[in-house]
T-cell receptor, first 112, second 114 residues
Framework: AQSVTQLDSHVSVSEGTPVLLRCNYS??????LFWYVQHPNKGLQLLLK??????LVKGINGFEAEFKKSETSFHLTKPSAHMSDAAEYFC??????????FGTGTSLTVIP | DGGITQSPKYLFRKEGQNVTLSCEQN?????MYWYRQDPGQGLRLIYY???????QKGDIAEGYSVSREKKESFPLTVTSAQKNPTAFYLC?????????????FGQGTRLTVV
């Protein structure tokens, strides 16, 4: 069975402090993994993707994620949060193509 | 500019009526998808299509129907059989469903049943 689990439904950080959004997946194969961001009443925008190249993936807006096969994790990080980072974040896995599996999302609040 | 266009952005429907949500893409993508988003539930797959004139049910297809007569278009009809249609609907496309490429999303349609 394939699935993706976002470990926190809500995360609050102060502006200028690091962000960590956690994602674990289960897959029988080496999957493709993605992080998307969604601002209120908007579509989803791709932040970054892992497709079996470098395990540390850099994305847009200063975000990055590290693929750890031994831990089946793909956590999203950013060194310093900005007010504009407040949004919903989705971890997505494609086990072997065909369908996207979405986590339930993590709502990030940035406190000024 | 290439992208996915969903229309309308907001839609109101009376109970018992069918309504069709539009999704058009000019990215030359083979695969297209419809998702429903409810608070706290993430995205749930309604239907997807990997090629023209072919589509498959997703996890919550009951009460919905789709067509894929053209590569660039994948309209979703919410029928009166859908018990709780009020939600945010997202359309997406990807280059080829088998190649692990990312999905591109439209801006969504918020459907409200009144």
């Amino acid at each position: 069975a394939q699935s993706v689990t976002q470990l926190d439904s809500h995360v609050s950080v102060s502006e200028g402090t690091p962000v960590l959004l956690r994602c674990n997946y289960s897959s029988s194969y080496s999957p493709s993994l993605f992080w998307y961001v969604q601002h209120p009443n908007k579509g989803l925008q791709l932040l970054l993707k892992y497709t079996s190249a470098a395990t540390l993936v850099k994305g847009i807006n200063g975000f990055e994620a590290e693929f750890k096969k031994s831990e089946t994790s793909f956590h999203l990080t950013k060194p310093s949060a900005h007010m504009s980072d407040a949004a919903e974040y989705f971890c997505v896995v494609i086990p072997t193509g065909n369908q996207f599996y979405f986590g339930t999302g993590t709502s990030l609040t940035v406190i000024p | 500019d290439g992208g996915i266009t969903q229309s309308p952005k907001y839609l109101f429907r009376k109970e018992g009526q069918n309504v069709t949500l539009s999704c058009e893409q000019n990215l030359n993508h083979d695969a297209m998808y419809w998702y429903r988003q409810d608070p706290g539930q993430g995205l749930r797959l309604i239907y997807y299509s990997q090629i023209v004139n072919d589509f498959q049910k997703g996890d919550i297809a009951e009460g919905y129907s789709v067509s894929r007569e053209k590569k660039e278009s994948f309209p979703l009809t919410v029928t009166s059989a859908q018990k709780n249609p009020t939600a945010f609907y997202l359309c997406a496309s990807s280059l080829r469903a088998q190649e692990n490429t990312e999905a591109f999303f439209g801006q969504g349609t918020r459907l409200t049943v009144v």
